[in-house]
């Protein structure tokens, strides 16, 4: 490829650019049919570009005991090698490109992405069938690869943010089918073989359901001869779709837990709770609730958090989803010396806003910014589409996402006030403190309302 | 928001704005766009305050991004982390908009907002529905002229910033390590002060030296503005005009700026032939080794961009290959970078040990091979494959409003034109195999750099630092 030519196209994509008017934005997207898998494609003219997703409906669920993460290695790993193609002429290939290709892999469902020049889309897409047919995992490659992640394992005890984030999830989920990262974990790493890498993936090619979103000028669609003849992908109607049944989680107190860790002088906190099934229900009502208490600069746990005691620098709070169950949590970071008070205040909020409710002003304020907000969500195509593949996941319809507007404005300030309660009352949170050993005294202060302290090692979450 | 290396990025992810207008004038343009010209009206206020504008349908959406030319660069002594200070005082009120209501406002239509210091520049951005662009020039233009700075705000905000250094350098070695590299590297230079500052000179920090920044740096003629998103640029100047247009500009600031930007103080008084060994918090050793760089704009400075690229950019790169991707690979992590500010500049390269690999075993090496890089790594095709990134970069910058915006706003700033994305195009499209080789040569085989490292295993509070002959200071 050279440069120059793409300085002329460049031209002229913003020159289409200035004229561009857009339809009315769901009328722009297709379903079609290639050999047996349904394709969702947006088509959009504006910049010689593609993104495409391919999902499974399968994720790291499938990984056997001492196998976990396999199912994120298998995928991560396809890079490696194949019998024609080395780890360096592969990332060569898709660099000189200028090829984004990436993987997601959650509990319920997997995602390849590849996004780049729609002129280089079938090349590409070439080299991707290559190795998810081929790669045959070189066992020196692989252990290379995972030395270097043990590495970044080890690492982690410095960057506590992450830390933080990857021992309160499993805390946090414990005892349900989602607590175990992933990725696996350290003691993982060694049982990784070739064999079992190109078995996992075989499995989600061949058995599992397969979905196709792709965005970008009609040329992209040539892109189905690759996908179906070199991929050999194709759908059936028996192809698996990962359900799970699972004991629901009920938790009648706070517990307290304290993992500590060396000379940090700024302690991360973390609360929440696992959401069972039956707590997912109404996404759009959790934005709205997560909004108001923690979704911005104006949220309630900023006002009190950092606006009115200079307590953090950031605070925000989450509920997030996927098909069968979701966590929720708040999470910011304070000094060693304020650890108790934050705490304090942060309860106190969530208690307050029960007991007093929420007033019409805050509703408007919440409804305003998330209605507001929400065309931002189709600015880029990429998560347009990601958007799209959530929702067909989670076996709702599109139209959640264009009458988003209208479903929020029916919440009521009773609604919002209920929703933080059932999720972020104080009688069934984790209440995870990661820092510096020195501040466990202080902690046990805590005790009196909170129960007692649980001390873990970081080590054992790694 | 503290963005320690944002103009950098930038500049680079604005390789290819491409395509933009010639009409740069000082009123606004009359001139319609040709097929090879983006759509941005400029106009240039009597005051002295740039505006752009780049509509763009597709969505009632807009980003709003106004640029103050004063970094940490234009700080004195002892008042190290002014220009953040009050990069966060301009959230908590204004006259008209008094306390709580500048983001109530943004936040309850739908918008989010937030700012950024460098060295250089603070910017502020809003990413906003199009109905409420007109508020939002009302919010900007009122803050600009005539901020708070409540006592009581002000005292808790420094808390804040406590913790944000904390968040950023005290507890993250790798923001740590990027903090010392740039008081080494620019030590006695406007650019070897701290952004976010000197903890002393943060508790000590008064209102009035503050709100003295604000008065002398917060003018019409030292901001630009850029406006990106579904507008119509004919509506939306006079309502500019109106609000802005009245704010006085500046009787001493350029005088002041020329004091300040006298080349004389950006002269590197650094040895380039030490070592220096921190004490933090990563169990696994990290380090930068620091070259003298080159200041932005300079067509040695488009050629180190590529040179950085073609070693470290990606998983086949040739840094990657020789040092993390091979049978005995010493590091988990390596990068090279160029980081071009307006005076001077850095050229680093970063990385993180392997478990139980030597520290003192990969400096002697990477001394030892860097003065092989510059014949080994450099090809034709590395570097049309660089230029490639480049471009696939530069699409994707462009791709949303604030993209968009933050582009022609760089532009204008770094180069006097937000329409320099082709010519700066052209610049790197001409970069030669031979241009980059001796660049790479004279940056990295002739030169002395500094190389800093840190380690859970280094002594506490005390700073190793070691010459080259071993004398240790």
């Given amino acids: 490829m050279k440069t120059s030519t793409y300085i002329i196209g460049l031209s002229a994509l913003f020159y289409s650019l200035q004229s561009f008017a857009a339809p ?78 990436g993987v997601d892999v959650t509990h319920e469902f997997t995602t390849l992405s590849m996004a780049g020049l729609s002129k280089d889309l079938t090349t590409s897409m070439g080299q991707a069938c290559s190795m998810l047919r081929e790669a045959n995992f070189p066992l020196p490659i692989i252990k290379q690869e995972l030395e270097k992640e043990k590495t970044e394992l080890q690492s982690l005890v410095s960057s506590p943010q992450a830390l933080s984030d990857r021992v309160f999830r499993e805390v946090s989920l414990g005892n349900t089918p989602y607590s175990y990262p992933v990725t696996g974990k350290l003691k993982n790493l060694d049982f990784y073989t070739p064999n079992l890498l190109r078995a996992k993936v075989d499995y989600f090619l061949d058995k599992v359901k397969k979905r196709i979103y792709i965005t970008g000028p009609k040329s992209i669609l040539n892109v189905e001869k690759v996908l179906t003849e070199k991929c050999q992908l194709q759908g059936h109607p028996s192809d698996f779709v990962r359900t799970i049944t699972y004991k629901k989680i009920k938790r009648n107190h706070p517990q307290l837990v304290f993992v500590p860790v060396p000379d940090a002088n700024q302690v991360q906190v973390q609360i929440g709770r696992f959401l069972n099934f039956d707590e997912i229900g109404d996404r759009r009502l959790d934005t709205l609730a ?158 009196s309302k909170m129960g007692k302290i649980k001390v873990l090692d970081y080590k054992n979450f790694i | 928001m503290l963005q320690k290396k944002i103009l950098k990025k930038l500049v680079a992810a604005t390789i290819m704005t491409g395509v933009l207008t010639s009409c740069a004038h000082l009123t606004p343009s009359e001139k319609k766009p040709t097929p090879t010209e983006l759509n941005v009206k400029k106009v240039v206020l009597d005051n002295g305050l740039t505006i752009l504008i780049a509509p763009n349908p597709k969505l009632p959406i807009v980003s709003y991004y106004t640029l103050f030319d004063v970094g940490g660069r234009y700080e004195v002594k002892g008042t190290t982390g002014a220009t953040h200070f009050l990069e966060h005082m301009m959230f908590k009120g204004a006259q008209k908009y008094g306390p709580g209501q500048f983001d109530t406002l943004i936040e309850r239509n739908g918008g989010v907002t937030n700012a950024y210091t460098t060295n250089d520049a603070t910017v502020y951005y809003e990413n906003i529905p199009s109905s409420f662009v007109e508020k939002m020039v009302d919010l900007e233009s009122d803050r600009i002229q005539h901020l708070l700075l409540e006592p009581v705000s002000f005292d808790s905000e420094r808390q804040v910033i406590f913790e944000e250094r904390k968040m950023r350098y005290e507890n993250s070695p790798d923001g740590f390590i990027y903090l010392m590299m740039m008081k080494k590297v620019f030590e006695g230079t406007p650019y070897g002060q701290s952004v976010i500052g000197d903890v002393e000179d943060l508790k000590d920090l008064s209102r009035d030296q503050v709100m003295d920044f604000f008065k002398t740096y917060y003018t019409p003629d030292n901001a630009i503005i850029a406006i990106a998103g579904d507008v119509d640029p004919d509506k939306l ?216 490292s840190t380690w859970d295993k280094f002594p506490k509070n005390i700073a190793a630092s070691v010459t080259q002959n071993g004398e240790v200071k």
């Fill in chain 2, 237 to 452: 100047l006079p309502i500019l005009k109106e609000k802005y247009g009245s704010i006085p500009r500046s009787k001493i600031l350029t005088d002041l700026k020329a004091k300040r930007d006298d080349p004389a103080n950006y002269v590197l008084k650094a040895h380039f032939n030490s070592e220096y060994s921190f004490y933090s918090t990563n169990p696994i050793p990290k380090f930068t080794m620091a070259f003298k760089g080159e200041k932005a704009g300079t067509r040695r400075a488009f050629v180190l961009d590529v040179l950085a690229y073609m070693l470290g950019n990606g998983g086949s790169s040739f840094l990657s290959q020789k040092y993390v991707r091979n049978a005995n690979p010493l590091l988990s992590d390596i990068s090279m970078s160029s980081y071009n500010l307006r005076h001077a500049g850095v050229f680093y390269l970063s990385g993180e040990l392997m478990e139980n690999v030597n520290i003192d075993k990969v400096k002697t090496q990477l001394k030892g091979d860097i003065k092989n890089f510059c014949k080994d790594a450099l090809d034709a095709r590395t570097l049309q494959k660089t230029k490639n990134q480049i471009l696939s970069t530069a699409y994707h910058q462009m791709k949303t409003n604030s993209g968009m915006a933050s582009t022609i706003l760089m532009n204008e700033k770094v180069y006097g034109n937000y329409n320099y994305g082709v010519k700066e195009m052209e610049i790197y499209n001409s970069v030669t195999e031979s241009e980059v080789k001796k660049e790479c040569n004279d940056i990295l085989v002739n030169s002395d750099s500094i190389f800093i």
């Fill in chain 1, 24 to 101: 009315k934005i769901e009328d722009s997207i297709k379903r079609l049919n290639w050999n047996g898998i349904e394709v969702v494609y947006l088509e959009d003219n504006r910049f010689p570009t593609y993104d495409l997703l391919i999902y499974f409906a399968d994720g790291a669920l499938s990984d056997e005991k001492m196998q976990m993460g396999s199912t994120k290695h298998a995928f991560n790993l396809l890079d490696a090698g194949t019998a024609k193609l080395s780890q360096k002429e592969i990332m060569d290939q898709f660099e000189f490109l200028g090829t984004e290709f």
């Fill in chain 1, 290 to 447: 997560t909004e108001f208490l923690g979704g911005g600069f104006t949220s309630r746990l900023m006002r009190e958090v950092r606006v009115k005691r200079g307590l953090t620098y950031s605070i925000g709070s989450y509920i997030s989803s996927q098909k069968q169950y979701g966590r929720a949590g708040i999470s910011t970071f304070t000094k060693n010396e304020t650890i108790n008070k934050l705490i304090t205040v942060i309860n106190e909020s969530v208690e307050k806003i029960k007991k007093e409710g929420i007033t019409q002003e805050d509703l408007e304020r919440s409804r305003g910014s998330i209605v507001g907000a929400h065309p931002f969500k189709f600015e880029s195509n990429r998560a347009f589409l990601s958007q799209l593949l959530y929702l067909d996941h989670i076996e709702r319809p599109y139209a959640e996402l264009f009458d988003f507007n209208n479903a929020v404005m029916k919440y009521s300030a009773e609604d919002v006030t209920r929703k933080i309660d059932e999720v972020f009352g104080a009688k069934s949170q984790i209440i995870f403190i990661l820092g510096d050993k020195s501040i466990e005294k202080e902690l046990r202060k805590l005790s």
